[in-house]
């Protein structure tokens, strides 16, 4: 159970576009497609954005979208604003009951 | 209101345990898994445990097998987390977690304020 790999930091100015990566092995991902992407500002709980790879739960803005190609999934945030400012965690379903998050990746608005 | 809040933390010694609760309300708890996940000071996240909705089924992190249990009392709308040989690299915050339900592989919909534990001698 070794944590999915995030880059540990990226960075976008306002109106730009930002892609996270999060890469594991077949077994990581169990050859399911349940990766799911979470947002946690400091200090608060973590607040889930992307489920079941590229799904919106009601109220995520549109800006937030999800991807997966092979053993690499990917969130992409577009038009940045400065509430997008915090860290983000990808997890997915490994199965047997177990689920395995990413290192997490911070996320800066210029 | 959908609101789980966790309770239980604090100071423990190493080797010693502790039980966390985690109230559910606003949502049907019976009808849903649970998880518990937990993020060391300035650290990422780390899941910990899974319990079915029956509580049938339960699986663990490598990390805590062995040591940690899970397990729910459905008529009190509650989940618990039994952590034995409490170890220094335990010290994190805990959150307790609603699966959505919507797959087998749900994913983590609603989350508490988390309850701050620390393994210190």
């Known amino acids: 159970q070794s944590a999915l790999t995030q880059p540990r930091s990226v960075s976008g100015s306002p109106g730009q576009s930002v892609t996270i990566s999060c890469t594991g092995t077949?077994?990581?991902?169990?050859?399911?497609?349940?990766v799911s992407w979470y947002q946690q500002h400091p200090g608060k709980a973590p607040k889930l954005m992307i489920y079941d790879v590229n799904k919106r739960p009601s109220g995520v803005p549109d800006r937030f979208s999800g991807s997966k190609s092979g053993n690499t999934a990917s969130l992409t945030i577009s038009g940045l604003q400065a509430e997008d400012d915090a860290d983000y965690y990808c997890?997915?379903?490994?199965?047997?009951?177990?689920?395995?998050f990413g290192g997490g990746t911070e996320l800066t608005v210029l | 209101q959908v609101q789980l809040v966790e309770s239980g933390g604090g100071v423990v010694q190493p080797g010693g345990s502790l039980r966390l609760p985690c109230a559910a309300s606003?949502?049907?708890?019976?009808?849903?898994?649970m998880h518990w996940v937990r993020q060391a000071p300035g650290k990422g996240l780390e899941w910990v445990a899974f319990i079915r909705y029956d509580g049938s089924n339960k699986n663990y992190a490598d990390s805590v097998k062995g040591r940690f249990t899970i397990s729910r009392d459905n008529s009190k709308n509650t989940l618990y987390l039994h952590m034995n040989s409490l170890r220094p690299e335990d010290t994190a915050v805990y959150y307790c977690a609603k699966d959505s339900g919507w797959n087998p592989g749900g994913s983590f919909d609603i989350w508490g304020r988390g309850t701050m534990v620390t393994v210190s001698s």
């Open positions: 077949s077994s990581d991902f169990g050859g399911y497609n349940y």
């Open positions: 606003g949502f049907t708890f019976s009808s849903y898994g």
């Open positions: 997890c997915s379903y490994a199965g047997s009951y177990i689920w395995v």
